[in-house]
């Protein structure tokens, strides 16, 4: 009998680990918070840096918080590597070794109170609760590194005092045609940083800048604009104003290997895929004289592709 219950036992917490290592499905990888106990959420895995959220003090406009857009965060059984440093300007993959995960429940209100959240946080969660898992590593400056799942499955992560969004890294489709490249695409975020890139121009922080005139790559310059893709032209407009185009004259397409593409392409923090082959189309330019495009084009589905937009790779979703 004592041996029956011991592999009872044994099978029940094969169960649990298998429980453990499920992951959801929701918004960006892990399914309503709400039905599910926390043992089940399971973070690991490839995630991006996607938008910027809030912070545990004022922001002002000296701030590096677009500086980790587009960052990379592999969260792994024993470790969590990340692309960026400790300070904004550190570009190499930092690597932190963690010896426990805690996770509680809490509530937004109070937990934002506590550390002196933005006035995002509240108008978003107020009246939540959500699932706070710290990773507890002595290598880490105070020894923490901190995530939240919130009740609707979003991921944030917690970073230098600033609360972002993540999303998992996604698989591209490489069957699209030509033709359903055609018509309005929106940009919405920030995908990688171009190797060498220098940062935000930190001289004259509270100068309105762009590019052309003389400052430094500033990723929310580009989110929210229109790209028009046509068979003999792509086209960037701000608002009503265009900013950049090319003439092209149709478009090849290849099949790429990913890892050689994004070292050939000097893409920092990858494109955010899990494949290992690419669809890119290159536009066969008939006039050498653009600014801030390049002509190629990353397939992910019929309704998001990915472009180079200056020193930035950005994701756009079609109109």
């Known amino acids: 009998m004592k041996d029956i219950w011991q592999y009872i036992l044994e099978l029940l917490d094969i169960i649990c680990i298998c429980a453990f290592l499920t992951v959801g499905e929701g918004l960006n990888g892990v399914e309503d918070t709400e039905n599910r106990s926390r043992d089940e959420i399971n973070l690991e895995g490839e995630w991006k840096v996607a938008d910027y959220l809030a912070s545990s003090r004022r922001v002002s406009n000296a701030s590096f918080y677009q500086q980790y857009f587009g960052r990379s965060i592999a969260i792994r059984d024993n470790r969590i590597l990340k692309s960026y440093g400790s300070w904004p300007d550190e570009m190499e993959e930092v690597i932190s070794q963690y010896r426990s995960v805690s996770m509680d429940s809490v509530s937004s209100e109070t937990y934002g109170d506590e550390f002196q959240m933005g006035e995002r946080w509240f108008e978003k969660y107020s009246g939540q609760n959500m699932i706070v898992m710290t990773y507890n590593s002595p290598m880490e400056w105070g020894g923490k590194l901190i ?149 190629e084009i990353i397939t992910v589905s019929d309704s998001e592709v990915i472009i180079k937009i200056y020193q930035g790779w950005y994701l756009m979703e079609k109109r």
């Open 147 to 295: 995530f939240y799942v919130t009740e609707a499955g979003e991921v944030l992560c917690w970073y230098d005092g600033d609360i972002f969004y993540m999303e998992r890294y996604k698989e591209a489709e490489t069957d699209l045609r030509v033709k359903q490249l055609y018509g309005e695409w929106m940009v919405k975020r920030l995908v990688s940083y171009q190797d060498g890139w220098m940062g935000r121009n930190n001289l004259w922080p509270n100068a309105s800048y762009k590019e052309e005139n003389g400052g430094f790559f500033y990723p929310e310059n580009y989110i929210g604009d229109v790209v028009h893709i046509a068979k003999d032209s792509i086209r960037i407009y701000e608002k009503n104003r265009l900013l950049d185009s090319i003439q092209v004259n149709g478009y090849d397409y290849c099949i790429e290997d990913k890892y050689d593409y994004q070292n050939k392409r000097k893409i920092h923090d990858e494109l955010g895929l899990t494949n290992e082959k690419i669809l890119v189309f290159k536009g066969k330019k008939t006039v050498e004289n653009s600014n801030i495009l390049d002509g």
